[in-house]
């Protein structure tokens, strides 16, 4: 307004300058009386724009300086002179000033609601990242607790029953199971799926129930994979435990004494298969088309079923798909579930009978000197690991390195620092971490779940198949 008011008034000045000047020099274009004329309308539309735009400023600062209290911002009262007084009084004759208040009050509404959605949203993700924070320390508990206990139950396994000591470990062990189910619960705030390594998964699963199927049947379960390629998949981790849990206490149920159940996990193309087979009584084929149905049968000897229509339902939430397949003797049961693509090798034990370990956990050396490797450099801090590499230049050197060495000291800052080698393995508990897969992705380095090194205590590997 300011704007239109200065350069109206210079235009009209102009004019009029020019006028004069004609009529001074006596060219007599135009009329004294048109002149007069002239400069009458002009000064007359210069005063309305004027008023026009001193109307429009007040307005304005009306607005401003309510917005402003609205907000909170205080300021300092200040005199209104005559001509101030004339606008005021001329908006609120015209009714002006209670359509300002009106349109003000809808502007503060949406700055109240707006405020609202910012202050919600800045609640909701505050409380989303103090429960994401919650959920990965109950993982990396869960994590740190698996790697003993997998060592715990499999030196249970080994121990003589008629041990003093057998019933007081065995009570322990099934407490920290607990407490792991109880961490587990924390992962069900969003209910949503995570990344798992199916072989680790499923290796804890029949390390749990090896016990049973021996003590009840003398039944033998086994689990086949292969541990140069590990399978990454998202699911709810209890929830396809149990799952597993139920198709291998079906097959228990439907073998004879000194039966056999084979757990195998395969991958084809993007997919990771997972069979569960036994050599049970089968399943009828009458009974086959209702066998995922509420109250389908398993088709055991009693013929009562056992919850493969909510197996089936807790599959089918990961995106995978699970089938009964039809055999001369048995039941065989195949679940397929997609492959997550983390850029990264998951990898189970290297194929070698010697290895360098950096790693300031004394259970991982002693664990494999137990099922049959040499360790031939054992280095237990970061700095005795960077001097181990700088030595280690054969790249027929397998080195498994843990990825939390110290306080503030990881694996894969020390990796960081050497060239790119593919005999490096980081052996942690930190393996299905997303910010750790991403950097080891980062290094080339294939991941090791350090969970799998305790799951083969008790057996001793054939190292000189390793060497040919």
């Known amino acids: 307004m300011q704007s239109i008011q200065k350069y109206s008034g210079l235009l009209i000045l102009c004019l009029a300058a020019s006028v004069g000047t004609v009529i001074y020099k006596g060219i007599g274009i ?41 907000i909170g911002i205080k300021e300092t009262a200040e005199e209104s002179g005559s001509i101030q007084a004339y606008i005021d009084a001329f908006l609120e004759t015209t009714e002006t000033e209670e359509i300002i208040t009106d349109k003000i009050s809808l502007i503060a509404k949406d700055l109240r609601n707006y405020e609202l959605k910012i202050y919600s949203r800045f609640l909701s993700e505050n409380s989303e990242n103090k429960n994401q924070e919650r959920i990965e320390l109950a993982k990396k508990i869960r994590h740190d607790i698996r790697s003993p206990l997998s060592s715990m139950q499999a030196a249970y396994e080994l121990l003589d029953k008629n041990d003093m000591t057998a019933p007081a470990i065995a009570t322990a062990i099934k407490r920290i199971h607990i407490l792991i189910d109880d961490l587990n619960e924390v992962d069900k705030v969003y209910k949503k799926p995570t990344l798992v390594i199916a072989e680790v998964n499923l290796e804890d699963t029949v390390t749990t129930l090896s016990s049973r199927f021996k003590s009840e049947k003398n039944v033998t379960l086994t689990l086949e994979y292969d541990e140069n390629l590990l399978n990454p998949i998202n ?35 993007n997919k990771c298969i997972i069979t569960v087979e036994d050599n049970g009584c089968g399943i009828s084929s009458e009974n086959v088309p209702n066998l995922f149905s509420k109250g389908g049968t398993f088709g055991k000897a009693h013929g009562v079923g056992l919850g493969l229509y909510h197996a089936k339902k807790t599959i089918e939430s990961f995106g995978a798909t699970i089938a009964y397949i039809p055999q001369i003797q048995g039941a065989k049961f195949q679940i397929q579930i997609p492959i997550v693509q983390t850029g990264v090798v998951f990898s189970g034990l290297p194929k070698t009978s010697t290895i360098k370990i950096i790693d300031d956990d004394l259970l991982v050396p002693r664990t494999l000197l137990d099922i049959g490797y040499k360790i031939t450099e054992h280095a237990k801090t970061f700095e005795l690991g960077q001097d181990l590499l700088a030595r280690s ?31 490096i393995y980081l052996c942690t508990n930190d393996y299905d971490d997303s910010n750790f897969i991403d950097e080891a992705r980062s290094l080339g380095v294939k991941i090791l779940p350090k969970p799998l090194v305790f799951s083969h205590i008790g057996t001793n590997l054939n190292m000189t198949t390793f060497n040919k």
């Open 30 to 70: 135009f009329s004294t009386d048109f002149v007069f004329t002239f400069l009458l309308v002009g000064s007359g539309l210069f005063l309305v724009l004027k008023v026009v735009s001193l109307i429009a400023e007040s307005i304005c600062l009306k607005m401003i300086s309510e917005i402003k209290s609205l």
């Open 235 to 269: 699911i709810r981790e209890k929830d396809f435990t149990t799952a597993i849990e139920s198709l291998l206490k079906n097959s228990l149920e439907a073998v004879d004494l000194n039966g056999l159940v084979n757990l195998k996990i395969e991958r084809k193309l």
């Open 393 to 423: 230049t054969l790249e027929s050197e397998i080195i498994l390195i843990d990825n939390r060495l110290e306080i503030g000291k990881y694996g894969t800052a020390l990796i960081a620092q050497q060239a790119r080698r593919k005999n």
